[in-house]
């Protein structure tokens, strides 16, 4: 006998994904800990240092993931805005919306890292670079996401136009992967490659993919946090614009 198919579209509905995120947030958040605890002790504590830059190096166990994380949640973001048009489903525009503030950290994280290791490397804390450039917009498009929702008062208007703007934007996100194979560029190229493998020793590669996979696990975490939140705001909004008073539970 076949086994039992698990249907997706049941956690379509908000009410139900908020029992599913809620249960899986421990996990992801467990994960996360455990996983970001091994790769830093590898990456700092195991890893020799690099014989060019030394120890500076170091910052790229935060860095690379935290730069890859803030390409890929807006990626996300856009994929489930364009669910969102689509479908008009409601759980798609608040996915994107809680993705939102966990990108923008990714993509301030990776400009802050960047400029501490481009201090020691370069000589200075910033430069006009391709990548770095088309980093800062990714940065100014989460930003404006988040201003252009909190402009809107209408949940629906909010959700459209945000994320016809996330959509619009994800033309970004190759250019910043693309960036230091089109332009002459002072960021290095890509230490792992798809197609090429990695130029980076084993121990050193292993740190990072541990890190990243952390930086994974969390994101999940304060996402599906961060959903269930939304959820309920909109669930009492909704109750109050009927005129039924959110129910209140007794101590």
């Not at 379509?12 to 899986?24: E, I, K, T, V």
């Not at 390409?71 to 008009?88: C, P, Q, R, S």
């Not at 929702?149 to 016809?164: F, K, N, T, V």
Request: net charge positive; charged share 10%.
């Amino acid at each position: 006998m076949p086994g039992k198919r698990i249907n997706w579209f049941y956690y379509a509905a908000p009410q139900r994904f908020y029992a599913l995120a809620g249960n899986c947030i421990p996990w992801f958040a467990a994960a996360a800990l455990l996983l970001a605890a091994v790769g830093l002790v590898i990456g700092l504590g195991l890893a020799p240092s690099d014989f060019q830059q030394g120890d500076s190096y170091r910052i790229i166990y935060i860095h690379v993931p935290v730069s890859w994380m803030s390409m890929v949640l807006y990626l996300a973001m856009a994929f489930w805005a364009v669910i969102g048009m689509i479908f008009n489903a409601r759980l798609a525009f608040m996915l994107a919306q809680a993705i939102a503030p966990t990108g923008a950290l990714m993509a301030f994280l990776s400009l802050w890292s960047g400029a501490l290791w481009g201090k020691p490397t370069w000589g200075t804390w910033w430069v006009w670079d391709a990548r770095l450039t088309s980093e800062l917009i990714l940065l100014f498009l989460y930003i404006g996401f988040l201003s252009l929702r909190a402009a809107i008062d209408d949940e629906r208007r909010a959700d459209r136009a945000s994320g016809l703007l996330a959509i619009v934007g994800a033309v970004n996100v190759p250019i910043i992967y693309f960036s230091v194979k089109w332009w002459n560029t002072l960021h290095q190229g890509a230490s792992v490659s798809v197609t090429q493998g990695s130029n980076m020793a084993e121990i050193m590669l292993r740190a990072m993919l541990i890190m990243s996979l952390a930086l994974w696990a969390y994101c999940f975490a304060v996402v599906f946090a961060r959903v269930r939140t939304i959820i309920l705001e909109r669930e009492r909004g909704a109750a109050w614009t009927r005129g039924q008073l959110p129910r209140v539970q007794s101590a």
